[in-house]
Structure formats: structure tokens, C-alpha cells
């Protein structure tokens, strides 16, 4: 059964950092891209970052580039975003989901609705 679970979360003030982790179960992760998504109380689901099999390719929405970084760890069938400089708005339920044929910026942008498999998430609040 492909199962994701996602870890890390919590609560930190502004301007904290945090390192949330996605672990896959059920299948190898280097067969398929992964994308982190974060959804806001009331707001719909926004692509964050998404990264290539390969981890040569990655994605960063406008809002979080040079503060977030992804990364993979194949061999671990884990995938990581470290998270710097947080602000109140990045509050919300970060979850992971695995994508196939589309490019890495569209798994993250115009495709969030197609993707088949996602994790329950991890909540992560951000208040001082």
C-alpha cells in the first residue's frame, strides 16, 4: 500500500526554522517526483516546492525561494524540506504527494488537483 507520512512539524515563532520530513512506504520514492504543499485554515492547497527524481530539478514558490530547501534522500525513501525565516501566513497543514508526467513546476502550479497519492500531513503553526 504507497503510504506517505509526513513529520516535523510544530509550533515556532517567527523568524524560526523548522525541517519537515516525508517518508514513503510501499513503493521505491526514486521512481517518481515529490512536491510539498501547504494548505492555510480557509485557503486551497498552494504548491511550495517539488522536486525531480533525480533531485536535479526543483521548484520554490516565489513566496519561499532562498528561505526553503528541498532535498531527497532516495536511499531513505525520505524527502526533506528545511524551512528558514518563517512567517505567520506559512501556518498550515504541510502535506507530501508523488507525481508522475508532469514537469516538476507544473506538479507544483497547475497540477496540484491531478495528483493521485498524498500524506495526512503535518501541521505546522508559526505565532509568537
Known amino acids: 500500500q504507497l503510504q506517505f507520512v509526513e513529520s516535523g512539524g510544530g509550533l515556532v515563532q517567527p523568524g524560526g526554522s523548522l525541517r519537515l520530513s516525508c517518508k514513503a512506504s510501499g513503493f521505491t520514492l526514486d521512481s517518481t517526483k515529490i512536491g510539498w504543499f501547504r494548505q492555510a485554515p480557509g485557503k486551497e492547497r498552494e504548491g511550495v516546492s517539488c522536486i525531480s527524481i533525480g533531485g536535479g530539478i526543483t521548484y520554490y514558490a516565489a513566496s519561499v525561494q532562498g528561505r526553503f530547501t528541498i532535498s531527497r534522500a532516495n536511499a531513505q525513501n525520505t524527502v526533506y524540506m528545511k524551512m528558514n525565516n518563517l512567517k505567520a501566513e506559512e501556518t498550515g497543514v504541510y502535506s507530501c504527494?508523488?507525481?508522475?508526467?508532469?514537469?516538476?513546476?507544473?506538479?507544483?502550479?497547475?497540477?496540484?488537483?491531478?495528483?493521485?497519492?498524498w500524506g495526512k500531513g503535518t501541521l505546522v503553526t508559526v505565532s509568537s
Open positions: 504527494a508523488a507525481g508522475v508526467g508532469y514537469t516538476t513546476h507544473d506538479m507544483c502550479t497547475s497540477q496540484i488537483s491531478l495528483l493521485r497519492y
